[in-house]
């Protein structure tokens, strides 16, 4: 069946370039995305990439996908504090019988050191 | 424009009870889904209402129902409460039942099973 694999760790310092990576297994999704999540709160939609692009570049944020191997990875540039968080991939997949319901990682906690 | 609200924020209750959570979708949106978000894991797809039907399931027990209004707002009913439900439930609209629309989410309904 479909899932979704994200390390679950991920600690840089301010200003370096954070890389979050992560695999995907449905060969079919249209779109992949990118979720943050701050604590106690509900999921931000970052940005999104459409199968068939390799690169999305959007200010801070460049996803690159790799249809081949099934590998998506975000990276923010000049990391800050304010990034710390918990760094969801998902995958669009039709399944259960619905169009677009998401499938998610676990999640990556990226923690920014000062 | 209104992004999606949910309500309530906090909810606790007990096993065997029952248990409403309110959901209502951004502006101009027809489709709402609904994620359970356990801790330390990512979102799971409950099921998705598409002009007040559902449009789709998971891999949750029938206990887990819903309903869409036809002001596309939405509530999620959970019968006979275990102890496993406790997780934070995300509500998300989208404009389309489709895998091509993106999702926009709720900031949650934490919900506690005692």
């Known amino acids: 069946g479909e899932d979704v694999e994200q390390s679950l760790f991920l600690s840089v310092r301010e200003g370096d370039s954070s890389v979050i990576n992560c695999t995907y297994t449905d060969s079919s999704s249209t779109y992949l995305y990118w979720y943050k999540q701050e604590p106690g709160a509900g999921l931000q939609l970052l940005t999104y990439i459409f199968s068939n692009m390799d690169m999305k570049q959007d200010q801070r944020l460049t996803v690159l996908l790799n249809k081949k191997d099934k590998h998506l990875s975000l990276r923010i540039a000049d990391t800050q504090t304010g990034d710390s968080a918990i760094y969801f991939c998902a995958e669009s997949a039709n399944y259960g019988g619905s169009q677009g319901n998401l499938i998610f990682g676990k999640g990556t906690k990226l923690s920014v050191k000062p | 424009e209104t992004g999606v609200t949910q309500s309530p924020t906090h909810l606790i209750k007990t096993r065997g009870q029952q248990v409403t959570l309110r959901c209502s979708s951004q502006?101009?949106?027809?489709?709402v889904s609904w994620y359970q978000q356990a801790l330390g894991q990512g979102p799971q797809f409950i099921f998705q209402y598409y002009r007040e039907e559902e449009n789709g399931r998971g891999n949750f027990p029938p206990r887990f129902s819903g309903l869409q209004f036809p002001n596309y707002s939405s509530e999620l009913n959970v019968n006979a409460l275990e102890l496993d439900d406790s997780a934070l439930y995300l509500c998300a609209s989208s404009a389309l039942a489709s895998s091509t629309d993106t999702q926009y989410f709720g900031p949650g309904t934490r919900l506690t099973v005692l």
């Open positions: 502006s101009g949106h027809n489709t």
